[in-house]
């Protein structure tokens, strides 16, 4: 440790340890760190104390602010900023891996692959950071660190923190500039003030040129010789330095590197498409072709400082004419034709929600949707040329998928917040909370985020940050605002309105406008560039929850539809209880949708091998069955329409009946005498439980009523206590566990409660000692056993992930979900609870769930009453391509 760094170790103690330098750079000394608060391992970079003592800390730490919310799968984050002990220090992520440098001085030359790989990436996080108005300003080797053989692009924004703070001006005075020489762009080298992000594509351009040709574009013995050179001199040619090299890549080298930043490309990404592209026109009208073998050739080009040559109006007058020519007698444009293709997606990723469940990316080639493995819900990814979809890293538990305008991000809703994941991989990353249930969001072309939760449209940047109210709900009516969409420019939102059974379209301008009904029906909207609004209609009266999609010509600019609605297509799922179309639409109305019905399927008896035999129930979206204490009953869900209610099926007379009317009830358990059915139904003020007559005999009656959503469990055998799940999802609290004496005041005890875990699925064993449910404590949902009501410790039942637990009638084992496979752990109950063999007893493709057990044991403890899907559960999904293009011209 340097002298200087005792006073600072002292000053950050118990925030940061430091271990050990890593290194020196102009700006500051680089130090590995232990971050105490969150146990875990920082790069510390501490300013040079000349230079914090020229710059003023106050200021430079404001600035650096400006960067610290850059988040971005190519750029190093900032952790942390402050000053201690005099010194200006900043905390970014320690990388076990190198810098671009290291490898250079290793390899001197990379292969060019490699090299045009990496240059892409940096590129890409220049993109992003100068669309959010920053400039990196000192792009070099030592600046680019690689991780896994990813760019990762580091103190971003550092070099502009001292440019805007109080010395900035006066850095000549410690002996350093901003910027390195070899990669300073002509206008950076001549000191202009206004640097633009055409800077950091120069830098850029220098540093691919390094990865080529073994060093950088000029060199010289001083930083003044070398800004000469920068000022006066072209770059030697790459390919007549080393023939491997793509002639669009040393096309495109040169003009990242042109003299005058009007000659450069016009932004980072297209540099990294002209790397990648043979055929793409270049800055000025060249071809890379072209360009290539001029410099290949060693033909001098245009250099910045020459006047530019003014065309002759003659030649002008020419092209127009030809142009005129050919528009006027060119044949009229051939109809594309409409691509309708269908994709199955299996049944081990697809599940059934009450959301909105499918988004398509802006350019039309990708999909993303919720699936359930086994293990929970998570955002699964498609790309439309792949066979499987694969899961998006960092979204297990997220709902409602939206993209970013340029497709390489998700947002998502989870566990009460709003967050966003990088396509390309990375960690989540939250951006607000959200308030009660989330119904949608957009991405818009300013950066920011529209979505709807308990509040109302609210409005937040997609940095992060507190949310705004944009339009509150009508409380007065009832009505809430569903399913947000960003009008091209941002100026303006779509959205429906609904009061539970009808939806209109609506729009509110912003910063906060007030709501406009646009008088037509339509719900779900997605704006297409050629100017139609997509919506579907959904029918409350029908018997099945399927609705239809129409597109209505729409005038962006007056907020107003222009005609009378287009059919697009039938059948099309709508969520249960949700209103909610199952669709996305690209800008340039490219459409993709879940066709036939939502989890229609059939309740089936499943023996221990695996083979189901149909119990006559007929098709209908089932869920969570539960066999009555003789084995005779089976009460079930039934969502239809977008209601839910309990139906009994009896099994000897095959008849299914309607038992409740609630339109809300779900998750029924029987009480141990066979008289009633306790069901959760959704009230006034959430979910509450309430029990009814099996025979229907007498009207349903309220159970229990509680401040957060409960949902059934099991009985004690006795009848007189009801072990429930608790709360979830509403502003990020856990699920819980709570029991109450039904035979008393009814008063809840809590039972297993945590702040960082969910748990939930109670199930009592027959002799109601035992308690088997499923907890993520370990970081996954796995299943243990505790005694009942305790006290006692926890013994872990599933090993490899586990859910919906059910014990058998006699106690002795214990079954459980492990993705599509039915496991049995045989236990021991007396005179302590022990776990013997685990063993897998069969493997199919019947309706699970994550929060609940969505099957029942028979009472021969050997067959298992199950949801067996329809199409073996697999979903289709249709996709419609150049819908819109032939609509246009049929008008």
């Not at 360009?291 to 006047?307: K, S």
């Not at 599509?820 to 685990?838: E, N």
Request: glycine residues 10%.
């Amino acid at each position: 440790m340097t002298d200087g760094m005792p006073g600072l170790a002292a000053a950050l103690a118990g925030r940061y340890t430091i271990e050990r330098e890593l290194g020196q750079g102009g700006m500051a000394t680089v130090y590995l760190a232990h971050d105490v608060r969150h146990d875990r391992r920082v790069a510390l970079k501490v300013l040079r104390p000349e230079l914090s003592a020229i710059l003023g800390a106050e200021r430079f730490l404001q600035e650096i602010k400006t960067t610290a919310n850059l988040q971005h799968p190519h750029i190093l984050s900032l952790f942390d900023s402050g000053e201690a002990d005099g010194t200006v220090f900043y905390v970014m992520p320690y990388v076990e891996g190198e810098s671009l440098r290291d490898r250079l001085r290793r390899e001197k030359q990379l292969p060019v692959d490699d090299a045009v790989r990496i240059t892409r990436e940096v590129a890409d996080a220049l993109d992003y950071a100068h669309r959010h108005h920053v400039v990196h300003r000192d792009i070099k080797p030592e600046n680019i660190l690689l991780h896994d053989g990813r760019a990762l692009v580091a103190d971003f924004g550092i070099a502009l923190a001292v440019s805007r703070s109080d010395g900035g001006t006066r850095m000549t005075e410690t002996g350093m500039s901003l910027g390195t020489p070899h990669y300073m762009a002509p206008e950076q080298a001549m000191g202009e003030r206004e640097i633009t992000p055409k800077a950091d594509v120069y830098a850029l351009g220098c540093v691919l040129y390094e990865m080529l040709a073994g060093e950088p574009p000029f060199t010289g013995p001083t930083a003044q010789a070398i800004i000469a050179r920068v000022m006066t001199e072209e770059p030697r040619s790459l390919t007549l330095q080393r023939k491997t090299i793509p002639p669009h890549v040393e096309a495109a080298v040169h003009t990242a590197l042109a003299k005058l930043p009007a000659d450069r490309f016009a932004t980072a990404a297209e540099f990294a498409v002209a790397l990648s592209a043979p055929g793409m026109a270049l800055p000025g009208g060249r071809s890379a072709a072209v360009t290539a073998a001029r410099v290949a050739a060693g033909a001098p080009q245009r250099r910045a400082w020459r006047r530019p040559i003014v065309a002759v109006p003659w030649l002008l007058v020419l092209g127009a004419l030809g142009l005129l020519a050919r528009e006027r007698f060119r044949a009229p444009p051939v109809p594309s034709p409409i691509g309708r293709f269908a994709l199955r997606l299996a049944p081990e990723v697809t599940t059934i929600l009450t959301a909105q469940v499918l988004a398509l990316s802006p350019d039309g080639s990708r999909i993303v949707f919720v699936g359930n493995p086994g293990s929970g819900d998570q955002i699964f990814s498609r790309s439309l040329d792949q066979i499987e979809p694969v899961p998006v890293p960092g979204t297990t538990g997220g709902a409602n998928p939206f993209f970013s305008p340029d497709g390489r991000w998700i947002g998502f809703n989870a566990a009460g917040r709003l967050l966003k994941v990088a396509l390309a991989g990375g960690p989540a990353m939250p951006i607000c909370d959200v308030v009660g249930a989330f119904w949608g969001a957009s991405w818009g072309d300013r950066d920011e985020i529209v979505f709807a939760d308990a509040r109302g449209l609210m409005r937040v940047p997609a940095m992060g940050g507190e949310p705004a109210v944009i339009a509150a709900h009508d409380s007065a009516s009832r009505e809430s605002y569903r399913w947000p969409e960003f009008l091209p420019g941002g100026d303006a939102v779509l959205f429906a309105i609904t009061n539970g059974a009808t939806d209109v379209l609506g729009a509110v301008t912003l910063p906060a406008g007030a709501v406009k009904r646009l008088g037509v029906a339509g719900g779900n909207p997605h704006y297409v560039a050629s100017g139609y609004v997509v919506v579907a209609l959904i029918d409350s009266s029908a018997t099945l929850s399927l609705g239809t999609v129409v597109a209505l010509p729409f005038d962006a600019g007056r907020l107003a539809v222009k005609a009378a609605p287009v059919p697009v297509a039938e059948s099309v799922q709508v969520g249960p209880n949700s209103r909610t179309a199952k669709m996305g639409v690209s800008r340039d109305g490219s459409l993709a949708f879940a066709a036939g019905l939502a989890g229609r399927g059939t309740l089936v008896l499943v023996g221990g091998d695996g083979n189901a035999q149909e119990l006559g129930t007929g098709t209908h979206n089932f869920n969570v069955p539960r066999l009555s204490p003789d084995g005779r009953r089976i009460a079930v869900g039934v969502d239809e329409a977008g209601t839910s209610d309990i139906w009994v099926f009896d099994r000897s007379q095959r008849i299914l009946t309607r038992l409740t009317f609630d339109r809300t009830a779900q998750r029924p358990i029987w009480t141990p005498d066979g008289r009633r059915v306790v069901y959760s139904r959704r009230g006034t003020g959430g979910v509450d439980l309430a029990w009814i007559a099996a025979d229907g005999s007498a009207p349903a009656e309220s159970l229990l009523v509680a401040a957060d959503d409960q949902w059934a469990g099991a009985f004690t055998p006795d009848g007189r206590t009801i072990v429930y799940r608790q709360g979830g999802g509403v502003g990020g609290e856990k699920r819980y566990l709570a029991y109450a004496r039904i035979d008393g005041d009814r008063a809840p005890h809590e039972l297993l409660r945590s702040a960082a875990f969910d748990h939930h699925s109670p199930a009592l064993s027959p002799d109601g000692r035992w308690l088997a449910y499923v907890s993520d404590e370990s970081g996954r949902a796995e299943v243990y056993v505790r005694p009942f009501p305790g006290p006692g410790g926890r013994a872990q039942l599933s090993i490899d992930g586990g859910t919906e637990p059910s014990w058998s009638p006699s106690g002795g084992e214990i079954f459980y979900r492990s993705g599509p496979a039915m496991m049995q752990a045989r236990v021991r109950t007396q005179p302590t609870f022990a776990v013997g063999d685990v063993r897998r007893l069969f493997t199919g493709s019947f309706a699970t769930s994550a929060i609940t057990t969505n099957y029942d044991v028979a009472r021969d403890g050997r067959s298992f009453v199950m949801i067996r899907p329809d199409q073996a559960g697999s979903q289709t999904v249709m996709v419609v391509l150049n819908w819109f293009a032939n609509l246009e011209r049929r008008e």
